[in-house]
């Protein structure tokens, strides 16, 4: 739809003689920008020939002033502002609620406190690990809050608003009630309000109301926060801002950065409900058997089976995952990447299909014109007339339209009474001009008068005609070429661009981006599917991506022809790989038909055409520079406009899902021996072979170290699924393994060893089997081996002996080995266990294969 510019009826009328109010455009129906006298009513403008930016509409209401800076200060003073602050992060006091109070924090909490009445100190050492783990926790989140604080102030979108007749760029929470807000192309509404001036002014509500298709807004209308501009310009009041204003009502329920689904979160959530499950028996059945059996008096039986149920917690599995989350951020930050939804750094490395937009992702956002053909006999000098006069039709051009601006400057000549904004889905803008009378700089008369269109050449030629063949061949080289066409009709007619008579073509040279061909190199290598995805002609997109190596790119399809069935829509997309001439719906239409047959989605783009399918993709990525409304809803920014940067996102990605699956193995052994060894001294009366202390030990140097350094190392294996499966069906058998040497153990000292003392000595030769045990799985978990994983096993290795062989770390620990014989019996167990080891590890991998 087009329309001349029109203002609500509440601020007065009447065209001005000269220039509007300065700031945007020069004046709209002619002249200079006005208020260069620094008046701000625009008087100062001078009456003249048409402006450079000769404005949207020949019939123009008075351009209004917006309030001036005594109003914005009293508004402030009353506190009428948009004091909503931008969240890209939980609150500090989220963070430390997050990490202490939990359920296994709480557990761990009620038995250190009872160990510190009745046992020593050293038998308390559980409770310190916790506050250090929990500590490092807060920390490290507090760094990646900082840094996710910071790139937001960066991304975040600066809203012009007209002021004293000028306008200003200022920051969303500096919005005051009653201030006018400008809108272009692309731009997020950010708060509720009325519209006052409208050119052409389309909002896309769907986010907000589900509905597809653009809505045409008028003077009066309202417009809702959270919607954004897809066509055409215009101006509205601020009516409601701060809480009142209706997107951030929704975020009250659903914030905007609500985590997206996350396998490895929602797997580690199972797995912890199924270990409380295993707990609660166990742990019931431990208390009741150490106070019958203990003859040691009830403070031995308490130490005893607290030693029994703290190992069953995987305490710090839920904080190792965070922090590799969170350290995740700060090193993407540091390459300047907003990461606005933290499991969207696993979302990435988990996808099979990446949808690329070419323009501002393949290609940079600048062309060049490099030719211009007449057709049908027209004058050159005319054809340069009118597209310069279309150039600066637009107030904000689009890339395309810029090339024209700076190839063809405004000899404002040609007078704009209307004009057609482009629309991705119209694919082409247009306008009407009027002679403004005279002749022209060549000293001839003029030819431009009339209703002109710019555009696809596949839109605007009807199908089957001979030109066609000639742009054919300028796609094939990889240039975009538009199509300058008359109209026979209204600019406001329904069918505007039927029967259009050609009379130029006009052809771009695309700007490359010098890191796109090394990335689509690695998506490749990856085995990670790369569709592109664009509203330009399908031959010239394929030619832009096989001049950067990306394969399959002659598989070219016009958009035009895809099946609307969902199925069939499918399974073209598995064929092909090149899209050209998609509409903003079809993109959507496209992520849905792709999720539909399983893949994990990403979609890039930086266009308020995107928008759609960034939220309907798994993970959306938008470029820095792009448009409010895609920023808005990507999970992933990228501030440096580097499509290179995502290698380093699904790096990051990788290195969180591979490295928490080892640690999880590490936990979950232990918490599955743990209930292993509970359940038999229940079964058979005895007392726990182990004090707190001997598995803070064994813990620290078979878990908690190692754990700590394999969750942040590099790890560049690629993602799978079934992580709960993949993770219980080597613990399960590992920690059976080891609960059953272990006790094995104890039960053949407890037959060795007679006399005072002789508890002690059965818990060192347990002790010792457990151990080698943890440590051989620690050796398996740290496969493959490099340089630095040999020597942390055996540096936690070296750290036991210390223990082993240093008198004052022997009585600390409670660690001494009796004779001879009984743990050299303890170290063969441990050698045939690690045997059963191996064996039950290939065994499983074969037969549960990913």
């Given at each position: 739809?087009?329309q001349?510019?029109?203002?609500?009826?509440?601020?007065?009328?009447?065209?001005?003689p000269?220039?509007?109010?300065?700031?945007?455009t020069?004046?709209?129906?002619g002249?200079?920008?006005?208020?260069?006298?620094?008046?701000?009513?625009?008087?100062?403008?001078?009456?003249?020939?048409?402006?450079?930016?000769?404005?949207?509409?020949?019939?123009?209401?008075?351009?209004h002033?917006?309030?001036?800076?005594?109003e914005?200060?009293?508004?402030?003073?009353?506190?009428?502002?948009?004091?909503?602050?931008?969240?890209?992060?939980r609150?500090?006091?989220?963070?430390?609620?997050?990490?202490?109070?939990t359920?296994?924090?709480?557990?761990?909490?009620?038995?250190w406190?009872i160990?510190?009445?009745?046992?020593?100190?050293?038998?308390?050492?559980?409770g310190?690990?916790i506050?250090?783990?929990?500590?490092?926790?807060?920390?490290?989140?507090?760094?990646?809050?900082?840094?996710?604080?910071?790139?937001?102030?960066?991304?975040?979108?600066k809203?012009?608003?007209?002021?004293?007749?000028r306008?200003q760029?200022?920051?969303t929470a500096?919005?005051?009630?009653?201030?006018?807000?400008?809108?272009?192309?692309?731009?997020?509404?950010?708060?509720?309000?009325?519209?006052l001036?409208?050119?052409?002014l389309?909002?896309d509500?769907?986010?907000?109301?589900?509905?597809?298709?653009p809505?045409?807004?008028q003077p009066?209308?309202?417009?809702?926060?959270?919607?954004?501009?897809?066509?055409?310009?215009g101006?509205?009041?601020?009516?409601?801002?701060?809480?009142?204003?209706?997107?951030?009502?929704l975020?009250?329920?659903a914030?905007?950065?609500?985590?997206?689904?996350?396998?490895?979160?929602?797997?580690?959530?199972?797995?912890?409900?199924?270990?409380?499950?295993m707990?609660?028996?166990?742990?019931?059945?431990?208390?009741?058997?150490?106070l019958v059996?203990?003859?040691?008096?009830?403070q031995?039986?308490?130490?005893?089976?607290?030693?029994?149920?703290?190992?069953?917690?995987?305490?710090?599995?839920?904080?190792?995952?965070?922090?590799?989350?969170?350290?995740?951020?700060?090193?993407?930050?540091?390459?300047?990447?907003?990461?606005?939804e933290?499991?969207?750094?696993?979302?990435?490395?988990?996808?099979?299909?990446?949808?690329?937009?070419?323009?501002g992702?393949?290609?940079?956002?600048?062309?060049?014109?490099?030719e211009?053909?007449?057709?049908?006999?027209?004058?050159?000098?005319?054809?340069?007339?009118?597209?310069?006069?279309?150039?600066?039709?637009?107030?904000?051009?689009?890339?395309?339209?810029?090339?024209?601006?700076?190839?063809?400057?405004?000899?404002?000549?040609?007078?704009?009474?209307?004009?057609?904004?482009?629309s991705?889905?119209?694919?082409?803008?247009?306008?009407?001009f009027?002679?403004?009378?005279?002749?022209?700089?060549?000293?001839?008369?003029?030819?431009?008068?009339?209703?002109?269109?710019?555009?696809?050449?596949?839109?605007?030629?009807?199908?089957?005609?001979?030109?066609?063949?000639?742009?054919?061949d300028?796609?094939a080289?990889?240039?975009?070429?538009?199509?300058?066409a008359?109209?026979?009709?209204e600019?406001d007619h329904?069918?505007?661009?039927?029967?259009?008579?050609?009379t130029?073509?006009?052809?771009?040279?695309?700007?490359?981006?010098?890191?796109?061909?090394?990335?689509?190199?690695?998506?490749?290598?990856?085995?990670?599917?790369?569709?592109?995805?664009?509203?330009?002609?399908?031959?010239?997109v394929?030619a832009v991506?096989?001049?950067?190596?990306?394969?399959?790119?002659?598989?070219?399809?016009?958009?035009?022809?895809?099946p609307a069935?969902?199925?069939?829509?499918?399974?073209?997309?598995?064929?092909?790989?090149v899209?050209?001439?998609?509409?903003?719906?079809?993109?959507?239409?496209?992520?849905?038909?792709?999720?539909?047959?399983g893949?994990?989605?990403?979609?890039t783009?930086?266009g308020?055409?995107?928008?759609l399918?960034?939220?309907?993709?798994?993970?959306?990525?938008?470029?820095?520079?792009g448009?409010?409304?895609?920023?808005?809803?990507?999970?992933?920014?990228?501030?440096?406009?580097?499509?290179?940067?995502?290698?380093?996102?699904?790096a990051?990605?990788?290195?969180?899902?591979?490295?928490?699956?080892?640690v999880?193995?590490?936990?979950?052994?232990?918490t599955?021996?743990?209930?292993?060894?509970?359940?038999?001294?229940?079964a058979t009366?005895?007392?726990?072979?182990?004090?707190p202390?001997?598995?803070?030990?064994l813990?620290?140097?078979?878990?908690g170290?190692?754990?700590?350094f394999?969750?942040?190392?590099?790890?560049?294996?690629?993602?799978?699924?079934h992580?709960?499966?993949?993770?219980m069906?080597?613990?399960?058998?590992a920690?059976l393994?080891?609960?059953?040497?272990?006790?094995?153990t104890?039960?053949?000292?407890?037959?060795?060893?007679?006399g005072?003392g002789?508890?002690?000595?059965?818990?060192?030769a347990a002790t010792?089997?457990?151990?080698?045990?943890?440590?051989?799985?620690?050796?398996i978990?740290?496969?493959?081996?490099?340089?630095?994983?040999?020597g942390?096993?055996?540096?936690?290795?070296?750290?036991?002996?210390?223990?082993?062989?240093?008198?004052w770390?022997?009585?600390?620990f409670?660690?001494?080995l009796?004779?001879?014989?009984?743990?050299?019996?303890?170290?063969?167990?441990?050698?045939?266990?690690?045997?059963?080891?191996?064996?039950?590890?290939?065994?499983?991998?074969r037969?549960?294969?990913?």
């Amino acid at each position: 739809m087009t329309q001349r510019v029109e203002t609500a009826s509440d601020g007065g009328e009447g065209p001005e003689p000269g220039g509007g109010p300065g700031g945007a455009t020069a004046g709209v129906t002619g002249g200079e920008p006005g208020g260069t006298d620094g008046r701000p009513d625009g008087t100062g403008g001078k009456p003249g020939g048409p402006g450079a930016n000769g404005a949207a509409a020949a019939a123009v209401a008075r351009r209004h002033d917006g309030l001036t800076a005594a109003e914005v200060a009293e508004r402030v003073a009353r506190g009428e502002v948009n004091d909503v602050p931008v969240r890209s992060s939980r609150s500090t006091a989220d963070i430390v609620r997050a990490n202490v109070f939990t359920r296994f924090n709480a557990i761990i909490g009620v038995l250190w406190i009872i160990m510190l009445a009745v046992a020593p100190i050293q038998d308390s050492l559980f409770g310190f690990v916790i506050l250090a783990n929990t500590g490092i926790g807060i920390i490290q989140e507090l760094r990646a809050k900082k840094t996710l604080d910071s790139l937001a102030v960066i991304g975040e979108a600066k809203p012009q608003v007209r002021r004293d007749g000028r306008t200003q760029e200022i920051p969303t929470a500096g919005i005051v009630l009653g201030d006018l807000v400008e809108l272009g192309p692309g731009d997020k509404v950010v708060v509720d309000g009325e519209v006052l001036e409208s050119d052409s002014l389309e909002i896309d509500e769907s986010l907000l109301t589900g509905e597809a298709d653009p809505v045409v807004k008028q003077p009066g209308d309202k417009v809702l926060s959270g919607s954004f501009v897809v066509a055409g310009g215009g101006a509205f009041t601020a009516t409601k801002v701060g809480r009142e204003a209706y997107a951030v009502q929704l975020a009250e329920e659903a914030s905007r950065f609500t985590l997206v689904h996350s396998e490895l979160r929602s797997g580690i959530s199972e797995i912890l409900k199924y270990v409380t499950y295993m707990m609660i028996p166990a742990a019931i059945g431990l208390v009741i058997s150490q106070l019958v059996v203990e003859n040691e008096g009830p403070q031995d039986a308490i130490r005893r089976m607290v030693g029994g149920i703290v190992p069953m917690v995987p305490e710090g599995l839920v904080l190792l995952t965070s922090m590799a989350f969170a350290i995740g951020v700060i090193r993407l930050g540091r390459k300047q990447c907003l990461v606005q939804e933290l499991p969207a750094i696993e979302g990435l490395a988990r996808v099979d299909v990446v949808c690329l937009d070419k323009t501002g992702t393949l290609t940079e956002g600048g062309m060049d014109v490099t030719e211009l053909r007449p057709l049908g006999g027209a004058a050159e000098a005319d054809v340069r007339r009118v597209l310069g006069a279309l150039g600066s039709s637009d107030p904000r051009p689009n890339a395309s339209l810029q090339a024209l601006i700076e190839a063809y400057p405004d000899t404002e000549e040609l007078h704009c009474t209307a004009s057609l904004p482009f629309s991705s889905a119209r694919k082409y803008s247009g306008a009407a001009f009027a002679d403004a009378g005279g002749v022209g700089s060549d000293g001839a008369g003029r030819d431009g008068a009339g209703t002109w269109l710019l555009g696809a050449p596949d839109v605007l030629f009807p199908a089957g005609d001979p030109s066609l063949a000639e742009i054919d061949d300028l796609n094939a080289q990889g240039l975009r070429v538009l199509l300058l066409a008359r109209a026979v009709r209204e600019l406001d007619h329904p069918e505007v661009a039927r029967d259009a008579e050609p009379t130029a073509l006009v052809v771009l040279e695309q700007r490359l981006r010098p890191d796109a061909a090394d990335t689509l190199r690695y998506f490749a290598e990856e085995q990670v599917e790369t569709k592109i995805i664009s509203g330009d002609n399908a031959v010239s997109v394929g030619a832009v991506a096989a001049k950067l190596g990306m394969a399959r790119a002659d598989r070219t399809v016009d958009a035009r022809t895809l099946p609307a069935d969902r199925d069939e829509m499918a399974a073209v997309l598995d064929d092909n790989a090149v899209f050209g001439r998609v509409n903003p719906q079809q993109k959507r239409d496209m992520v849905g038909a792709l999720k539909s047959r399983g893949h994990d989605v990403a979609m890039t783009g930086d266009g308020v055409n995107d928008v759609l399918a960034l939220k309907d993709a798994d993970i959306g990525v938008s470029m820095g520079s792009g448009s409010e409304a895609s920023k808005a809803v990507a999970q992933i920014v990228l501030l440096n406009n580097s499509f290179s940067t995502l290698p380093s996102v699904v790096a990051e990605g990788r290195r969180v899902i591979g490295n928490i699956e080892r640690v999880a193995n590490l936990f979950l052994v232990k918490t599955v021996y743990s209930v292993l060894l509970a359940l038999l001294v229940v079964a058979t009366q005895v007392p726990y072979p182990f004090l707190p202390r001997h598995l803070t030990l064994l813990s620290t140097l078979t878990i908690g170290v190692p754990a700590f350094f394999l969750a942040l190392a590099p790890n560049k294996e690629r993602a799978r699924p079934h992580f709960v499966r993949r993770v219980m069906r080597y613990a399960i058998p590992a920690g059976l393994i080891a609960g059953t040497a272990t006790f094995l153990t104890y039960m053949l000292a407890r037959q060795h060893y007679t006399g005072r003392g002789a508890l002690d000595a059965e818990t060192s030769a347990a002790t010792l089997t457990l151990f080698l045990i943890a440590m051989w799985v620690l050796g398996i978990i740290a496969r493959p081996y490099t340089w630095w994983r040999v020597g942390l096993v055996a540096a936690m290795a070296l750290g036991f002996v210390i223990v082993l062989v240093t008198p004052w770390l022997q009585e600390f620990f409670a660690l001494k080995l009796v004779g001879t014989q009984m743990p050299w019996t303890a170290v063969g167990i441990a050698v045939a266990s690690a045997a059963l080891l191996e064996f039950a590890w290939r065994w499983v991998t074969r037969r549960f294969p990913d």
